[in-house]
């Protein structure tokens, strides 16, 4: 991710500052006085019915959970969670890091070609083809193969994934990338990350869980938290949240019905994208850190209802993008984990892992068509215009649910966004939809069994990260510091 205009109010939501933060403006007038509840609406559609809707993108901004979802999905109170913890990292696609779930033995490699029947089988996952390539410059083919740079840079941006992309074909990762593209075909194993390796074997994960837009971090970001980019295209802040009229976004939305949330890191919070509520009195007493205070909050079972958690990609390597070691991530979420594994906020949470957008990675498998969300064309920092739209999905990015009711060893099939883990934090805390897009969202649920949760009993994972001193010496980096200071 790169940071554009990164100013000091990064620096100083990050803890790097003793400037006194001056706020931007209030929550838009919200009265803590009274909350917002979703109406009594009888639920008499099944699932096939709506989900059918859904894909026609037959729902709008404002349409509250149980209008969208079939009566078989539990919405609201019917949900066992109390806490939701939403952890994005940075752009890795789903084939460089879970591209050898099948070769290293974790799953079956269906067939997921056109009449395949790899998508009625949860104990297969969708994995590069044999002899799946792109052409480098010279139109030779270039293999998926081990990740031998550890550290590097991809392009990512609008025009790049686009062109990547290639209307379908996912067959221009290499040449966006050149000099040397061929980078992009790489891939992680469980040499590099078993305990990811683990939980997906162990948990639930999403083969067709895509990122929200086909561009870069912020866009994708600001789907998660509110449904929409509002027409941002590239990395760049929510203008559109102001004093007079402030951006609708979930962290709003929460505190409308009453409920609490938190922005954990250890670099600069996602929530400053929205540059007025960012640095409202609301928002900056909930503006956390990793190292510390989340995990002093699982121990304490102080969980908020939703949290959200994102590494340190400014002043540390722990995002995950491919400038860091994968690691360095993989080992501080590893360490999140299982203190949540141990504490008794363990049988009511749900985790959903996930990452903001394949950061220029390969992945074989074409975004998917999505519903606008509200007909604001691509646009960017000074005035900049892009060609398309928000029409379609970004590519494949990995996702895994961990949590007492996820299901186990469960591959899913269904399509997801960043907007379906909004429509889940929705679907349980009753909360309207921000756009059309999470409004045709489908939640994950089919990940999840509530009636008979597989993992009351956390379960034991010996799989451990371990970071090659040589490779953090050859990146010149570190890694991140955990637990509190004595």
Same mark, same amino acid.
């Given at each position: 991710?790169?940071?554009?205009?990164?100013?000091?109010?990064?620096?100083?939501?990050?803890?790097?500052?003793?400037?006194?933060?001056?706020?931007?403006?209030?929550?838009?007038?919200?009265?803590?006085?009274?909350?917002?509840?979703?109406?009594?609406?009888?639920?008499?559609?099944?699932?096939?019915?709506?989900?059918?809707?859904?894909?026609?993108?037959?729902?709008?901004?404002?349409?509250?959970?149980?209008?969208?979802?079939?009566?078989?999905?539990?919405?609201?109170?019917?949900?066992?969670?109390?806490?939701?913890?939403?952890?994005?990292?940075?752009?890795?696609?789903?084939?460089?890091?879970?591209?050898?779930?099948?070769?290293?033995?974790?799953?079956?490699?269906?067939?997921?070609?056109?009449?395949?029947?790899?998508?009625?089988?949860?104990?297969?996952?969708?994995?590069?083809?044999?002899?799946?390539?792109?052409?480098?410059?010279?139109?030779?083919?270039?293999?998926?193969?081990?990740?031998?740079?550890?550290?590097?840079?991809?392009?990512?941006?609008?025009?790049?994934?686009?062109?990547?992309?290639?209307?379908?074909?996912?067959?221009?990762?290499?040449?966006?990338?050149?000099?040397?593209?061929?980078?992009?075909?790489?891939?992680?194993?469980?040499?590099?990350?078993?305990?990811?390796?683990?939980?997906?074997?162990?948990?639930?994960?999403?083969?067709?869980?895509?990122?929200?837009?086909?561009?870069?971090?912020?866009?994708?970001?600001?789907?998660?938290?509110?449904?929409?980019?509002?027409?941002?295209?590239?990395?760049?802040?929510?203008?559109?949240?102001?004093?007079?009229?402030?951006?609708?976004?979930?962290?709003?939305?929460?505190?409308?019905?009453?409920?609490?949330?938190?922005?954990?890191?250890?670099?600069?919070?996602?929530?400053?994208?929205?540059?007025?509520?960012? #640095?409202?009195?609301? &928002? @900056?007493? +909930?503006?956390?850190?990793?190292?510390?205070? =989340?995990?002093?909050?699982?121990?304490? /079972? !102080?969980?908020?209802?939703?949290?959200?958690?994102?590494?340190?990609?400014?002043?540390?390597?722990?995002?995950?993008?491919?400038?860091?070691?994968?690691?360095?991530?993989?080992?501080?979420?590893?360490?999140?984990?299982?203190?949540?594994?141990?504490?008794?906020?363990?049988?009511?949470?749900?985790?959903?892992?996930?990452?903001?957008?394949?950061?220029?990675?390969?992945?074989?498998?074409?975004?998917?068509?999505?519903?606008?969300?509200?007909?604001?064309?691509?646009?960017?920092?000074?005035?900049?215009?892009?060609?398309?739209?928000?029409?379609?999905?970004?590519?494949?990015?990995?996702?895994?649910?961990?949590?007492?009711?996820?299901?186990?060893?469960?591959?899913?099939?269904?399509? #997801?966004?960043?907007? &379906? @883990?909004? +429509?889940?934090?929705?679907?349980?805390?009753? =909360?309207?939809?921000?756009?059309?897009? /999470? !409004?045709?969202?489908?939640?994950?649920?089919?990940?999840?069994?509530?009636?008979?949760?597989?993992?009351?009993?956390?379960?034991?994972?010996?799989?451990?990260?371990?970071?090659?001193?040589?490779?953090?010496?050859?990146?010149?980096?570190?890694?991140?510091?955990?637990?509190?200071?004595?």
């Amino acid at each position: 991710m790169v940071l554009l205009g990164a100013s000091s109010a990064f620096a100083l939501a990050a803890g790097c500052s003793d400037e006194p933060i001056t706020p931007l403006g209030g929550a838009g007038g919200m009265s803590s006085s009274s909350t917002v509840k979703p109406p009594d609406t009888p639920r008499t559609e099944t699932e096939a019915t709506l989900a059918a809707k859904r894909k026609a993108c037959g729902f709008q901004k404002g349409a509250w959970p149980a209008e969208t979802l079939g009566l078989e999905l539990p919405v609201y109170d019917d949900i066992p969670i109390d806490h939701i913890i939403v952890i994005m990292q940075e752009n890795r696609s789903f084939d460089h890091y879970f591209g050898r779930l099948a070769a290293q033995g974790y799953y079956s490699a269906g067939d997921f070609t056109e009449g395949g029947d790899g998508l009625a089988h949860p104990d297969q996952v969708d994995v590069p083809p044999p002899g799946w390539s792109n052409p480098d410059a010279m139109g030779n083919p270039v293999l998926p193969h081990p990740d031998d740079l550890h550290c590097f840079q991809s392009n990512h941006g609008w025009n790049d994934l686009h062109d990547a992309w290639n209307g379908g074909l996912n067959d221009h990762f290499v040449t966006n990338n050149d000099p040397d593209g061929q980078r992009v075909m790489s891939y992680q194993d469980d040499s590099v990350i078993p305990f990811y390796y683990a939980l997906a074997d162990t948990f639930a994960i999403g083969d067709r869980y895509f990122a929200s837009a086909m561009t870069s971090t912020w866009p994708n970001r600001f789907f998660l938290m509110a449904g929409t980019s509002f027409g941002i295209a590239d990395n760049s802040f929510a203008l559109n949240d102001t004093v007079d009229s402030p951006a609708p976004q979930v962290f709003l939305s929460l505190l409308a019905a009453g409920r609490t949330w938190a922005d954990y890191t250890d670099g600069p919070h996602q929530v400053l994208f929205f540059p007025n509520f960012g #640095f409202s009195p609301e &928002s @900056i007493s +909930r503006l956390k850190n990793v190292q510390c205070d =989340l995990l002093s909050d699982i121990e304490n /079972d !102080a969980l908020p209802d939703v949290a959200f958690v994102m590494g340190n990609q400014v002043s540390g390597y722990s995002d995950e993008t491919p400038e860091s070691l994968p690691g360095i991530g993989a080992s501080v979420v590893e360490t999140i984990l299982r203190k949540l594994f141990a504490s008794p906020a363990w049988k009511s949470t749900a985790v959903f892992i996930t990452y903001d957008e394949n950061g220029g990675l390969a992945d074989h498998v074409p975004p998917e068509p999505a519903c606008e969300p509200d007909g604001i064309a691509p646009h960017g920092e000074g005035g900049k215009t892009f060609d398309g739209k928000f029409d379609r999905t970004g590519f494949r990015v990995p996702f895994l649910v961990v949590s007492p009711y996820a299901r186990a060893h469960h591959v899913s099939h269904t399509v #997801f966004d960043h907007t &379906s @883990i909004l +429509r889940f934090i929705q679907a349980r805390f009753g =909360l309207p939809a921000l756009s059309a897009r /999470d !409004a045709n969202a489908t939640p994950p649920y089919d990940m999840f069994d509530f009636t008979a949760p597989p993992h009351l009993a956390p379960p034991e994972i010996s799989a451990t990260t371990k970071v090659p001193e040589d490779q953090l010496a050859q990146c010149k980096q570190e890694l991140a510091p955990i637990g509190c200071a004595p």
